[in-house]
């Protein structure tokens, strides 16, 4: 194994060698980490004048650092910053990189998209193919309609609950995540929610001043607050959504009595019960959560 002089090696421990220093000195280091720092701060300076916060996206943002981590690269399981150093990826874009970066299928299925043209402003064999393999696959899946961002998806479901049912409101959890939708967009972190019936805060500023008289918002895994709220506002709800494993919170799954108590009380109500399984989707096997967890929703986005 070579191992370049200076060279920080993250994420793996470099073994000791014969002959040869087992890692960079101490001056090296700085002297690469502050070159590293130097390039990212220029990124930055860049990346501020046309992007807000300098990211894609407010997640992209890096208290810890004073600045985001900008990747150069990735491949297999690891990214690579701008300085060309090596860090194990656990992010894996949010799972679109399950399989690792530049797996050779997905690589292969890519170019064949590319040599097929791609086409996107009309539907061929792929599209139906993969629906095909969807409702396959997925309890609730009957008919699918795709979308390019969770938001859209979340924005469709609930606008035909609402056509479904002729009502409006929608009650969500707190620390449940669904996009930036203006009925949708209270209360992600449960950080700051009371025990008992958290009120509808908007998590993002241009909400209108109606939005929170459209959102119930209900503790999660506490059946007995749910079936409570269900009374008081049920005949006014379109929809019940919900992570069914709340990963954006950290992977915190329902209590099974309590995922029968939102299963049963939905129905027996007529409230169209949504799952959005834009983060457990495939997680937990190929029938995603619902299929894990054994209760099929109406919707799912």
């Known amino acids: 194994m070579h191992v370049e002089p200076g060279r920080v090696i993250m994420a793996r421990t470099a073994p000791r060698l014969a002959g040869r220093a087992s890692r960079p000195s101490s001056t090296c ?31 992209r943002t890096n208290a810890a650092l004073g600045h985001p981590f900008y990747a150069a690269r990735a491949e297999g399981p690891y990214l690579y910053d701008l300085d060309g150093r090596q860090y194990l990826d656990t992010c894996t874009s949010n799972g679109a990189s399950l399989v690792g970066h530049g797996h050779p299928a ?31 696959q997925i309890p609730c899946f009957e008919m699918v309609r795709f979308t390019t961002s969770g938001t859209e998806a979340t924005f469709y479901v609930t606008r035909i609950a609402r056509a479904y049912t002729g009502r409006t409101r929608i009650l969500k959890f707190e620390g449940h995540f669904h996009g930036f939708n203006d009925s949708l967009a209270f209360n992600f972190p449960a950080a700051g929610d009371g025990p008992a019936t958290p009120k509808p805060r908007a998590e993002t500023a241009g909400i209108p001043a109606s939005a ?58 007529g409230i169209v019960l949504i799952f959005d399984e834009i983060l457990s989707g495939y997680r937990t096997g190929p029938n995603c959560a619902q299929g894990y967890l054994g209760v099929t929703p109406d919707l799912c986005a």
Do not use: W
Not at 233 to 257: R, T, W
């Open 212 to 269: 929170p008289g459209e959102v119930v918002v209900a503790p999660f895994n506490d059946a007995a607050g749910f079936v409570r709220l269900l009374d008081q506002h049920g005949d006014d709800l379109a929809a019940v959504i919900m992570e069914p494993i709340n990963y954006d919170a950290g992977a915190i799954l329902p209590e099974p009595a309590f995922l029968r108590t939102v299963r049963e009380e939905t129905a027996r109500r």
């Open 106 to 136: 997905v690589k292969a299925a890519v170019q064949k998209a590319l040599d097929f043209g791609i086409a996107c402003m009309f539907d061929g064999e792929a599209q139906v193919r993969l629906a095909e393999r969807l409702v396959e």
């Open 29 to 59: 280091i700085v002297r690469r980490l502050a070159m590293a720092a130097r390039a990212s701060d220029e990124l930055y300076r860049r990346a501020a004048k046309v992007l807000p916060g300098g990211v894609t996206a407010n997640a």
